[in-house]
Antibody, heavy 124, light 113 residues
Framework: QVQLQESGPGLVKPSETLSLTCTVS??????????WGWIRQPPGKGPEWIGS???????YYISSLRSRVSISVDTSRNQFSLKLNSVTASDTAVYYC????????????????WGQGTLVTISS | DIVMTQSPDSLSMSLGERATINCKSS????????????LAWYQQKPGQPPKLLIY???NRESGVPDRFSGSGSGTDFTLTISSLQAEDVAVYYC?????????FGGGTKVEIK
C-alpha cells in the first residue's frame, strides 16, 4: 500500500518561497502509469489542483500559478517537491501531495492515494 | 477550464435514508473513443484528506462500501448513498480529469438529521 508524506515549513513569510517535499513509500515513484501531484485546500474551501509531474520530470501546472510554481522529482529518493514563490496570504492552505492514476497526457487523472496534508500559513 | 457545479450545498438526512448528490460539468467529460466519463468522487471527513470513492463515474474504489454508487454521463452525474450511515457524515467532491486543469466541485456537506 503506497503512502505519501508531506514535509516542510508550516509558516512562510509573504513574498518568500514555499517549499514542500512529498516522500513516497510502499511503491516506486518511477511507475509510468502514475503522475505525482500537489493539491491545496484553503480553510473552509474545496481542493484546488496545483500541478503534477511524471517520473521523467514532465510537469504540468494550473495556469493561474504557472509563473510562480515549480514541481520537481527525485527518483533516487522516491520524492517529489513543490516550490511556490512570491507567496501572499491567499496561498495559506493545507497542501496535499497525491498519487494520480494517469488517464492521458498533461497530468490528467484521478487521485487514488493522498498524504495527510500540511497546513502552510503565510504570515509575517 | 471545466467548471464543476455540485448541488445541493448541504444535505441533512436520517440514518438509513437515501442521499443523492449531483454534479454538473460545464463541458462534456465523456471521451467517445473509449466511452469513459472522466469523473471521480471523493469523501472528505474533518481533518482528513479526500478519499477516492468512485472513478470513471461509476467504478467503486476497492474497499468502498457498496452503498456508494456513481452514475451519469456527459455533463450530469450523481453520487448515491443508498442507506446513510453515521460514518458517512462528510463533505463530498466531484472532480473531472477530462482536461487540464483538473477541477473539483464546490462540495456537498452531508449531515445526519
Amino acid at each position: 500500500q503506497v503512502q505519501l508524506q508531506e514535509s516542510g515549513p508550516g509558516l512562510v513569510k509573504p513574498s518568500e518561497t514555499l517549499s514542500l517535499t512529498c516522500t513516497v513509500s510502499g511503491g516506486s515513484i518511477s511507475s509510468s502509469i502514475y503522475y505525482w501531484g500537489w493539491i491545496r485546500q484553503p480553510p473552509g474551501k474545496g481542493p484546488e489542483w496545483i500541478g503534477s509531474i511524471d517520473y521523467s520530470g514532465n510537469s504540468y501546472y494550473i495556469s493561474s500559478l504557472r509563473s510562480r510554481v515549480s514541481i520537481s522529482v527525485d527518483t533516487s529518493r522516491n520524492q517529489f517537491s513543490l516550490k511556490l514563490n512570491s507567496v501572499t496570504a491567499s496561498d495559506t492552505a493545507v497542501y496535499y501531495c497525491a498519487r494520480t492514476y494517469g488517464s492521458g497526457n498533461k497530468g490528467r487523472g484521478f487521485f487514488d492515494s493522498w498524504g495527510q496534508g500540511t497546513l502552510v500559513t503565510i504570515s509575517s | 477550464d471545466i467548471v464543476m457545479t455540485q448541488s445541493p450545498d448541504s444535505l441533512s438526512m436520517s440514518l438509513g435514508e437515501r442521499a443523492t448528490i449531483n454534479c454538473k460539468s460545464s463541458q462534456n467529460v465523456l471521451y467517445t473513443s473509449n466511452n469513459k466519463n472522466y469523473l471521480a468522487w471523493y469523501q472528505q471527513k474533518p481533518g482528513q484528506p479526500p478519499k477516492l470513492l468512485i472513478y470513471w463515474a461509476s467504478n467503486r474504489e476497492s474497499g468502498v462500501p457498496d452503498r456508494f454508487s456513481g452514475s451519469g454521463s456527459g455533463t450530469d452525474f450523481t453520487l448515491t448513498i443508498s442507506s446513510l450511515q453515521a460514518e458517512d457524515v462528510a463533505v463530498y467532491y466531484c472532480q473531472q480529469y477530462y482536461s487540464s486543469p483538473l477541477t473539483f466541485g464546490g462540495g456537498t456537506k452531508v449531515e445526519i438529521k
